[in-house]
């Protein structure tokens, strides 16, 4: 879940990180480059990748797996092992999970990159006052029958994840069988159906509007234009606020940058740490 650079001795730390729709190998072709100049991390959040996966319905009526969690999660991984402060680069939800992390602890964090945040458009703020009745018997039939089991067998083989990419890659030659057993292998792990399912219902927390104003660090957000499930016409509002120093159109990219073209998203990682990390800084940085 990060990135960082440094002065000194770079470290770089491979493992596996799943939000939403991502996971942390598809930062393979960018954590290699980036740890020639970087420190550079990559974490599981709790219940995704190969993680601990606490069953939710051990924690009762409060929520177990929301922002407040993985930003929690993340900040103490800051503390306890980097040990720095550190830039976070960020993909789809992912980007949500960063923007929370900073605004709880904004000594840490220097500075943030969303590529592809996502809009949230499930929110149950975002949906019309006689339509939430609607979600949330779906969201109880989801959590609670066999129906939620079925639909997550049904998108759990190799099949589904490589129809799921293609559509989210303008560019589908980067579908590879190996990103295919990359992103789905983790979600064979015990425990993951039911953290997915968890996930999917989770139509409250914060947005990312909501977000932008408390952030008191520089945040670039960089947008591959033919994403078709965060339409680049809705995002370019984010380039609105005034915590967002540039917003950066990536031609001909969908959903996930990092991976489909990160020719065009390492230079821009770089250059935006280079812009503001201090001297004394190590700039670690964490992908999300």
């Keep these: 879940m990060g990135l960082g650079q440094t002065g000194l001795p770079r470290t770089h730390f491979p493992s596996h990180y799943l939000a939403s729709n991502s996971h942390s190998d598809h930062w393979r072709k960018n954590i290699p480059v980036l740890a020639k100049s970087h420190r550079v991390y990559s974490i599981d959040l709790i219940g995704y990748g190969y993680s601990d996966k606490p069953n939710p319905r051990e924690f009762g009526a409060n929520p177990f797996y929301t922002f407040e969690t993985w930003a929690n999660q993340l900040n103490e991984f800051c503390i306890d092992v980097v040990k720095d402060e550190v830039f976070f680069i960020c993909n789809s939800i992912g980007g949500v999970v960063g923007l929370q992390a900073a605004v709880m602890e904004p000594q840490i964090c220097k500075g943030i990159a969303l590529l592809n945040i996502s809009l949230r458009m499930l929110h149950i703020k975002k949906q019309p006052w006689y339509g939430r009745p609607v979600i949330k018997s779906f969201q109880n039939l989801l959590r609670n029958t066999a129906l939620g089991k079925f639909f997550y067998k049904t998108v759990s083989t190799p099949q589904a994840v490589k129809n799921i990419l293609c559509q989210c890659y303008h560019d589908t030659t980067q579908v590879t069988d190996e990103l295919v057993q990359k992103i789905l292998l983790p979600g064979l792990e015990p425990g993951a159906a039911d953290v997915f399912l968890e996930f999917i219902c989770y ?56 991976d489909e073209a990160p020719h065009l998203v390492n230079p821009l990682v770089e250059s935006f740490v280079a812009r503001h990390a201090s001297a004394k800084t190590s700039a670690s940085l964490e992908t999300v």
């Design 203 to 258: 139509s409250g927390g914060p947005l990312p509007e909501e977000l932008l104003p408390q952030v008191k660090c520089p945040v670039l957000v960089a947008w591959g234009d033919k994403d078709p499930w965060e339409p680049i016409e809705i995002g370019r509002a984010y380039g609105n606020f005034s915590s967002v120093e540039d917003f950066i159109v990536l031609p001909d990219v969908g959903h996930c940058p990092q």
